[in-house]
């Protein structure tokens, strides 16, 4: 082991003025190509999900969301249908300069795209927005964007659902409505005393209500008894329909908005010592590689002469 490695450092001393030449000159065309690779800067906004769906609870327990509503909101950023929006708000295409009759330049614009905006979730359940542009302005209101349309986003999303189910229930009340009407209708048929079903509707809970003044008629039973029912069946579904509605029309929690986007001047890339380094380490082992095999193969041609 301690032979191999004195054996290594043996050969590197031997060939360090090659190797010295090859990593100054990669250096060298590290930092060359760090003045015609384009300038990017970087905008950054930070936001926290809602932890309730209601504004009622929010008055009550105003506080952020968790883990699961942190990797919902990061879901929705990260979504086929945000991007899009994103996209078409600012003309990316335009901004990448891609030829759109190409076949490929959907795919090349999401590849972009998903490159230079970026979300990760940071240690305390916030969503972290990345935007690294050639344009600093550009980058910010990208961030930004993020912030401003995912409520929408979400809203859209909910939308469909919760109409849906307003429908449904209020369906289900209007049809409890027709029904207590026909029920009405059968009473008053068989007992046209009209203000008496008030009055008995209102007794039913008194214990020393006599109700046999107003079902005087054996036909009329059933037909009460069914009134009763659909009677404090429609209390509920009205409770939930004027629920239901008064939710609907209210708008739904935002998102908090800790840090807002700013252009920044500063870039963040290319970076000169990043790609000096690189380049040093590639021509320094492309150099070494191609030592090796000249060395291997002399060994062999002596070997075999």
């Given at each position: 082991m301690k032979?191999?490695?004195?054996?290594?450092?043996?050969?590197?001393?031997?060939n360090r003025k090659l190797f010295g030449i090859a990593l100054v000159v990669g250096a060298v065309?590290?930092?060359?190509?760090?003045?015609?690779?384009?300038?990017?800067?970087?905008s950054t906004a930070i936001i926290y999900p809602y932890n309730s769906h209601t504004r009622g609870d929010l008055v009550v327990n105003p506080q952020f969301g968790f883990e699961v509503e942190t990797e919902q909101l990061l879901q929705l950023l990260e979504s086929k249908s945000m991007r899009d929006r994103t996209i078409e708000k600012f003309k990316l295409y335009e901004y990448y300069e891609l030829d759109t009759n190409s076949k490929s330049w959907k795919a090349e614009l999401a590849a972009?795209?998903?490159?230079?905006?970026?979300?990760?979730?940071s240690k305390y359940l916030s969503v972290v927005i990345h935007a690294t542009l050639?344009?600093?302005?550009?980058?910010?209101?990208?961030?930004?964007?993020q912030v401003e349309e995912i409520n929408d986003y979400r809203e859209s999303i909910f939308k469909e659902n919760r109409e849906a189910e307003f429908r449904a229930i209020q369906s289900e009340y209007d049809q409890s409505k027709d029904e207590l009407q026909k029920l009405k209708d059968s009473i008053y048929a068989l007992s046209p005393?009209?203000?008496?079903?008030?009055?008995?509707?209102?007794?039913?809970?008194?214990?020393?209500?006599?109700?046999?003044?107003?079902?005087?008629?054996?036909?009329?039973?059933?037909?009460?008894?069914?009134?009763?029912?659909e009677s404090h069946r429609n209390k509920v579904l009205r409770n939930e329909f004027d629920q239901m509605?008064?939710?609907l029309e209210e708008p739904l929690p935002s998102v908090y908005s800790i840090d807002v986007a700013v252009p920044s001047h500063k870039k963040v890339s290319p970076s000169f010592s990043v790609n000096i380094a690189i380049g040093a380490m590639?021509?320094?082992?492309?150099?070494?590689?191609?030592?090796?095999?000249?060395?291997k193969w002399k060994e062999l041609r002596s070997e075999n002469p």
């Open positions: 032979e191999s490695q004195s054996s290594g450092l043996t050969y590197f001393y031997k065309l590290g930092l060359s190509l760090t003045f015609f690779v384009p300038k990017k800067y970087l972009r795209y998903i490159e230079d905006v970026s979300f990760f979730r050639k344009d600093p302005e550009l980058a910010a209101d990208i961030a930004n964007f005393s009209g203000g008496l079903l008030y009055n008995f509707m209102e007794n039913l809970n008194n214990e020393n209500f006599d109700p046999s003044g107003f079902v005087a008629d054996p036909r009329m039973e059933d037909v009460v008894e069914q009134y009763v029912y509605k008064t939710a590639l021509v320094f082992f492309i150099v070494l590689t191609i030592r090796l095999v000249l060395d």
